[in-house]
C-alpha cells in the first residue's frame, strides 16, 4: 500500500551548517510530500519528487543497485546509499531528511565535488611489477591474495572519507590526509605478491596522513561494501610503520646491512 511521506531535502548551493544561517539563495532545507510504493528506497522517492515537484533538483546516482557509489548522501543524518535505503526502515509518519555529503564542497542540492578523492588517488605511487616481468607474465595464487581481495570490493562511494573526523568539518587537514579509502588502496598494493614497491608504510606515514588516523573505525561502520577499513588495512599498516620505525631487531639488521653494503 502506497503512502505519502514526508521529505525534507537540502536545495541550493550553500551547505547545510548548523553555524551558519543559510539564507534561502544559499540553501534551506525544504518540505515535500512525497507519494511511497511498497519495495521503494529514497533514491526512489527522491526520482519521484525530481519528477513530480521538482525538476531542477541535483542529485548524482547511476547504477540504482548499489555498485556505482554514485548516490552517496545523509539520510537522516547517517552517511547511506540512497539506493540501498529502504523506506521500509522508516515510520510511515517520520519525516526523512536528505542533505548532501558534507566533507566536500557542495555544487547543488544533493551534488557534492568529490575531486578531493581522485586528487588524493593521482598521489599514490602505481603498481610496480618485478623487473623483467610483463603484463601476462602475472602469476599468483589464491592464498597470496586472500587478504588484499577485501580491499577490492571498494565502490568509491567515498563514504568513508565523509565520515572521517579528520577531514569532517577541518578542510586544513586535508593536504595532509588521504583518509581511509586511499590508505585501502596502499594496504592493498603493500599485501600484493607482485608489488615491488618496498615503501607503501613509509608513503602511508610520510605522504598520506595515516599518523592522524586514532582507529575510531567510524569509517568501516558507514561502509556499504562491509569492508574492514580499520581493523584490516589501517591497524596493519600502522603496526608496519611502528615496526620498522621502532622495532630495534629491525633497526639494528637495517644497521647492520648498510655496513655490509
Ligand atoms: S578509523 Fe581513522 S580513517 Fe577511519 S574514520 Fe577513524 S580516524 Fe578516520
Ligand atoms: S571503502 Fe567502503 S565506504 Fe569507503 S569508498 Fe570504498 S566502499 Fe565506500
Ligand atoms: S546509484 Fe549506484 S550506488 Fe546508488
Not at 540553501?27 to 526520482?47: S, T
Not at 543497485?65 to 546509499?81: I, Y
Not at 575531486?115 to 589464491?142: C, D, H, I, L, T
Amino acid at each position: 500500500m502506497g503512502y505519502q511521506a514526508k521529505f525534507r531535502v537540502w536545495r541550493g548551493a550553500g551547505r547545510p551548517d548548523e553555524t551558519i544561517t543559510a539564507t534561502e539563495a544559499d540553501g534551506a532545507l525544504h518540505d515535500y510530500e512525497v507519494e511511497v510504493n511498497e519495495g521503494e528506497v529514497v533514491l526512489d522517492v527522491i526520482h519521484r519528487l525530481q519528477q513530480t515537484q521538482t525538476p531542477d533538483l541535483a542529485v548524482r546516482w547511476n547504477c540504482k543497485a548499489g555498485k556505482c557509489g554514485s548516490c552517496s548522501a545523509e539520510v537522516n543524518g547517517k552517511p547511506r546509499l540512497m539506493c540501498m535505503t529502504r523506506m521500509s526502515t522508516f515510520d510511515e509518519a517520520e519525516t526523512v531528511t536528505v542533505t548532501p555529503i558534507r566533507t566536500f564542497p557542495l555544487i547543488r542540492d544533493l551534488v557534492t565535488d568529490v575531486s578531493y578523492n581522485y586528487e588524493k588517488a593521482r598521489e599514490m605511487p602505481a603498481f610496480a611489477p618485478p623487473p623483467g616481468v610483463e603484463p601476462g607474465e602475472y602469476r599468483m595464487q589464491q592464498v597470496d591474495v586472500e587478504r588484499s581481495q577485501e580491499f577490492r570490493k571498494c565502490i568509491e562511494c567515498f563514504l568513508c572519507q565523509n565520515t572521517c573526523h579528520v577531514v569532517r568539518d577541518h578542510e586544513e587537514n586535508k593536504p595532509e590526509f588521504s583518509g581511509p579509502r586511499l590508505f585501502i588502496r596502499a594496504a592493498e598494493l603493500d599485501m600484493h605478491p607482485l608489488d615491488d614497491r618496498a615503501d607503501r608504510k613509509e608513503f602511508a606515514q610520510a605522504e598520506q596522513g595515516i599518523g592522524y588516523c586514532n582507529i575510531t573505525k567510524c569509517c568501516s561502520e558507514v561502509c556499504p561494501e562491509h569492508i574492514h577499513i580499520t581493523d584490516n588495512a589501517i591497524i596493519p599498516m600502522k603496526e608496519r610503520v611502528v615496526d620498522r620505525k621502532y622495532d630495534p631487531i629491525t633497526w639494528l639488521g637495517s644497521k647492520i646491512g648498510r655496513r655490509k653494503s
